[in-house]
């Protein structure tokens, strides 16, 4: 019978092997009934990590095999020497009994099984590698139809510091129910970030942590609790947020008073803001409906807009985004994005508020999204992003904030972020 850890990397290299061959998300295969549906809860979490940790170095990894190999081996293969070279390597585990559990693996399927001694050898020669060797080479690099678009927009020196971002992975980030980021970091034993979040280095089981149970925190990086902040919604304001689910930034809207209705299409993901307000003791109206479609009763004073993007700003948590999705892929949002900010600008009062926000790196999802709405409505402005712990050169000539994974690179990071405060004319 398969030891624990063999369990987990089985699963990991399933799930590598999704993404890479069948270039599926981590995301959606991490529930009941994905690879991970009969490991305990320890297992899941090794698994996942391991997946991650892998896809966050695997031109490394490549770099260190291919001395070691005359030809490229087949898929199933190239994705368990890349894990157990990366679980080698960059976690520094015990050479015999990653190699062990490779060769296992590979030994118990069919589809490999004739590899086994290929993986044996090819793993023993890696475990030879100096760590200094593996410490020198290159971080990942962002696929070519990213890159490009990077270099374009950022320059060559914000590239190379996204991509040690993505390679660095991401802390723990936590938002206070109350707003006080230093009780919160007293009581968990983080780190106040200048910001307003709490910020958690190192594996943190999070259900384990002080203050879950009672809700007193929720998950959710530090750039992505500044939307919410900057839209500055007060008690008793009629506010919606429109791609709600999970509901972090909703929890983040309850909190302060106002009268919030939750929005998003998908009932599967609304179910997920209930249980975060149920955890968390806070109330929002429910709404499952197309934003696009959705009419509230009156005119509302405030709206959040964190629309459907490539989610490209969030490649630090979730490396397997660069090898699912392509520049094809994204382009339909765009227009959706702008159908949503001008659905969204009927919905307001004179006057009212408009947060826009995307967790994009690209312009067409954040500043020219903006641009081009101004540009459509006439009388619309922006009010200047200013807030606590901000840097002056994180705004944008606009008055949005761009924010990205390079950013606070001795704090850990945060995610990529695009957001504007627009104003609805008077
Ligand atoms: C970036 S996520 C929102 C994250 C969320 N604001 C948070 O902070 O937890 C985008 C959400 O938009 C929802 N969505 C996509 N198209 C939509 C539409 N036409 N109307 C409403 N929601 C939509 C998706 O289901 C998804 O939950």
């Avoid at 619309?380 to 606590?388: E, G, K």
Wanted: proline residues 8%; neutral net charge; charged residues 25%.
């Amino acid at each position: 019978m398969a030891g624990q850890g063999d369990r987990a990397r089985g699963a990991a290299w399933q799930l590598l092997r999704a993404v890479l061959e069948d270039r599926q998300l981590l995301a959606e295969m991490e529930g009941e009934f994905g690879p991970l549906a009969d490991l305990t809860p320890a297992e899941r979490a090794r698994a996942a990590r391991l997946a991650r940790m892998t896809l966050r170095h695997i031109d490394r990894a490549d770099a260190v095999l291919k001395p070691h190999l005359r030809k490229a081996p087949p898929p199933p293969v190239r994705a368990l020497l890349r894990l157990a070279t990366v679980e080698m390597l960059q976690e520094a585990a015990a050479a015999h009994g990653a190699v062990n559990a490779a060769v296992a693996l590979a030994r118990a399927d069919r589809r490999t099984g004739a590899m086994a001694g290929l993986v044996n050898a090819v793993l023993r020669k890696v475990a030879e590698t100096p760590p200094a060797a593996w410490d020198a080479l290159p971080p990942q690099r962002l696929p070519g139809w990213l890159r490009g678009r990077l270099d374009s927009a950022w320059g060559r020196a914000a590239v190379t510091g996204v991509e040690a971002a993505h390679a660095a992975g991401a802390p723990l980030d936590l938002t206070p129910r109350d707003g006080d980021a230093d009780a919160l970091a007293d009581m968990v034993g983080g780190v106040a970030l200048p910001t307003g979040s709490v910020r958690l280095h190192g594996a943190a089981q999070v259900s384990a942590l002080p203050g879950y149970a009672e809700g007193a925190w929720w998950v959710q990086d530090a750039a992505a609790a500044l939307p919410a902040r900057l839209l500055a919604a007060k008690p008793g304001e009629r506010v919606a947020d429109l791609c709600a689910a999970p509901g972090g930034k909703t929890m983040q809207l309850a909190a302060t008073g106002a009268q919030v209705t939750a929005l998003d299409i998908s009932e599967q993901r609304m179910a997920r803001v209930e249980e975060n307000l149920a955890r968390t003791d806070l109330s929002a109206d429910l709404v499952v409906a197309d934003a696009l479609t959705w009419s509230p009763p009156q005119p509302l004073d405030a709206i959040l807009l964190d629309a459907p993007c490539s989610a490209t700003g969030t490649i630090r948590r979730h490396p397997d985004l660069p090898f699912a999705k392509d520049g094809a892929s994204i382009k339909p949002l765009f227009a959706l994005q702008a159908q949503l900010l001008d659905r969204a600008l009927d919905l307001l009062a004179p006057g009212g508020r408009l947060v826009f926000c995307t967790c994009s790196l690209l312009p067409e999802e954040g500043e020219k999204q903006v641009a081009a709405t101004l540009d459509r409505h006439p009388g619309l402005s922006v009010r200047p992003a200013d807030l606590p712990g901000i840097a002056p050169d994180w705004r944008d000539d606009l008055g949005g904030l761009r924010l990205r994974p390079d950013f606070w690179p001795d704090r850990g990071g945060m995610d990529g972020f695009y957001m504007a405060c627009l104003v609805k004319s008077g």
